[in-house]
């Protein structure tokens, strides 16, 4: 299974970024897909995740600002990030747990910064 992260760059404070990932490879099933942030010297985060029924769940950190979604028939998952401030700064990997393993995308950085 491989991950594809895109849409990752430099944005202005207030701006507005849509990061991608598509998974690809021996897939039966996507039941969830998530987004997580890491930024150097501290653990990586839950930013949002997704299920294939729905059901979203949210750092309390994007709530309001971050919106999660998903294309279950191509097996990609979106984030689209509005009001973003320079701690949104990080690089952005998305997730995909396929019982027993769970999946990286190899990450995308994105910057705040006026």
């Known amino acids: 299974v491989q991950l594809q992260a895109s849409g990752g760059g430099l944005v202005q404070p207030g701006g507005s970024l849509r990061l991608s990932c598509a998974a690809s490879?021996?897939?039966?099933?996507?039941?969830?897909m998530g987004w997580y942030r890491q930024v150097p010297g501290k653990q990586r985060e839950l930013v949002a995740a997704?299920?294939?029924?729905?059901?979203?769940n949210y750092a309390d950190s994007v709530k309001g600002r971050f919106t999660i979604s998903m294309d279950t028939a191509k097996n990609t998952v979106y984030l689209q990030m509005n009001s973003l401030k320079p701690e949104d700064t990080a690089v952005y990997y998305c997730?995909?747990?396929?019982?027993?393993?769970?999946?990286w995308g190899q990450g995308t950085q994105v910057t705040v910064s006026s």
């Open positions: 997704v299920s294939s029924g729905g059901s979203t």
């Open positions: 490879g021996s897939i039966f099933r996507i039941n969830a």
């Open positions: 997730n995909v747990p396929l019982s027993p393993y769970v999946y």
